[in-house]
């Protein structure tokens, strides 16, 4: 019989061999899930998918992309086009001036004398006539009234010589001789008269005294300045107008004045130079405006706007101008057979709602969206652009806005 002890001795060491070793599994276990990790990472960099995502997002192509890829393919690249109105485009010239008066002068005496009294204030409007600085009569009177004596004399010695030539007491001569003395002595009284009456300054014309540069009590010699009388009515405008745009003006035109006090009057063009300055190579012109109530002060800066004869043009918005290999600003159009064309274009005026250029000579249809991915020559697909659709519409019984 078997011994019973060696028995469970085989048994002890059968089950003993098939006992697993933890540091063995442990082992085993990490290199799985590395295995596993680097395969995942490998598969995400391969194809952007991991966990049942996409870790890359693909973007629709841009159009330079897709310009590129047709140019390469042979295909036509698909722009967008619009056909905008030509309507009549109110052209203004916007000239930079200030204020003036049109009439400035010094009251001067033409006498020597004390001021013995001040008729006006500083800044009062005066009416023509008006007596502004009066000056001492000093022996102007006394003068005056000898140089009568003297005319009245002689009037009568003349008029006894002749009782006595037509009665053949005396010679012609001596009439001729006391008709002398006659216009001598009225010369005489004529400068007594014109030297009393300039001891009386008056204003020249209706105005504002500007400036009183003497007071009473002070000596004004002959040339010596009493006040300074400004006329305001008319009022100038000057402003200088470029070289390129002198031609446009001429003598009458209509004006508006805007000045920065927020007044606005409206005149005609009274003067344009024949002769540019030196320095800015621009001309000066005077715009005449009415101020019959003295609101409008010179001195003041101003615009002139000159409305011009209007232009056939078309309203752009600014997103579609692009510049050719030459630098110039213009559009590109799509030609009816399918051709891309440069259009240079002539800037009128900026307004916030686009641009007004000169109308092109014949309508084009005006790339919109596309015109910087595509060149002259090129063929090209060209979709209406819809959004231009409702706006192409010239408005009724208006040039433009």
Same mark, same amino acid.
């Given at each position: ?16 061999? &098939?006992?697993? &070793? ?13 295995? $596993? ?220 004045? &805007? ?29 005449? $405006? ?56 002539? $800037? ?54």
């Amino acid at each position: 019989m078997p011994d019973h002890k060696q028995i469970d001795a085989e048994k002890k060491q059968s089950h003993s061999s &098939n006992k697993i &070793n933890p540091k063995t599994f442990k082992f085993s276990s990490s290199i799985m899930w590395a295995l $596993i990790f680097t395969l995942l990472i490998a598969a995400w960099i391969v194809t952007g998918d991991f966990k049942g995502g996409s870790a890359l997002k693909t973007e629709s192509p841009s159009l330079a992309e897709k310009a590129k890829k047709n140019k390469t393919e042979g295909v036509s690249f698909r722009v967008r086009t619009a056909e905008f109105p030509v309507v009549e485009h109110p052209e203004k010239l916007i000239i930079r001036g200030r204020t003036l008066s049109d009439n400035q002068v010094e009251l001067k005496a033409e006498t020597a004398g004390l001021i013995t009294k001040l008729e006006v204030e500083k800044g009062d409007f005066v009416k023509k006539d008006t007596l502004i600085c009066h000056l001492e009569n000093g022996g102007r009177t006394a003068a005056l009234l000898e140089a009568k004596a003297v005319v009245t004399q002689a009037e009568a010695d003349f008029k006894a010589s002749k009782t006595l030539e037509r009665r053949g007491h005396t010679a012609g001569l001596k009439v001729l001789q006391n008709k002398a003395l006659v216009d001598r002595a009225k010369a005489t009284l004529l400068r007594a008269e014109l030297d009393l009456s300039r001891t009386r300054i008056t204003a020249p014309f209706d105005g504002f005294i500007d400036q009183l540069p003497s007071k009473a009590g002070s000596y004004l010699s002959v040339g010596g300045a009493c006040a300074t009388l400004v006329s305001l009515d008319p009022l100038m405008v000057i402003g200088a107008v470029r070289e390129r745009d002198i031609g446009k003006l001429k003598p009458g035109m209509s004006g508006v004045a &805007n000045l920065v006090t927020g007044v606005s009057a409206k005149g005609k063009i009274q003067y344009i130079s024949s002769r540019a300055e030196n320095e800015t190579r621009t001309f000066r012109i005077d715009l005449l $405006i009415p101020n019959k109530d003295g609101l409008l002060k010179s001195g003041v800066t101003a615009d002139i706007e000159i409305p011009l004869t209007p232009r056939k043009a078309m309203k752009l918005p600014p997103s579609i101008l692009t510049l050719n290999d030459n630098g110039k600003v213009g559009v590109r159009a799509v030609s009816p057979l399918g051709d891309v064309e440069f259009l240079p274009v002539k $800037i009128l005026s900026e307004e916030n709602s686009g641009i007004w250029v000169e109308a092109l000579p014949v309508a084009k249809k005006i790339i919109t969206v596309g015109q910087d991915f595509v060149k002259a020559g090129q063929k090209v697909e060209a979709v209406e652009d819809t959004k231009f659709k409702q706006n192409n519409t010239a408005p009724k019984g208006t040039p433009g806005s």
